[in-house]
């Protein structure tokens, strides 16, 4: 397997940006509204899956177009399919972490740094891959 370092940046910056609403989500939901920290990882978690499927499916994987709603629909029951394994990781890390003592945003950021590549890797081969 080979990574696309400038498609492998692109990920980046739009994982950032579902980072962002991931560590807002949190921390709004624990601090102002005194959720659990693990229903809000799990809330925010699929926040930012949404938020990081449209945006590589705009900018990282632009260059792999669907057409039709149900070419969205498979791709995106393929991304759900490969998050799963990933939100699961990122979820018991956080989890682990959180009874360590460690803050619920420094716990899910540990989770996020973990799962970067594999999650790179998948999204590439399965989910947004198209046979030549």
Known sequence: ??????RWGVF?????????VQIGVITVL???????PVVATVVALEL?????????SRWTWGD????GVRSWVTRYWRYQVA???SLGANL????GLIYLSLAPEAANTAAVLVCAIPNYLVADQFVFH???
């Open 30 to 36: 624990t601090r102002a509204l005194g959720w659990s």
């Open 12 to 20: 980046n910056l739009v994982g950032f940006g579902g980072f962002v």
């Open 48 to 56: 930012a899956a949404l938020q990081n499927f449209i945006g590589h």
């Open 1 to 6: 397997m080979r990574i696309d370092f400038q």
């Open 64 to 67: 792999a177009p669907v057409a």
């Open 130 to 132: 198209q046979s030549s």
């Open 92 to 95: 018991a890390i956080t989890t």
């Open 83 to 85: 998050k799963t394994a």
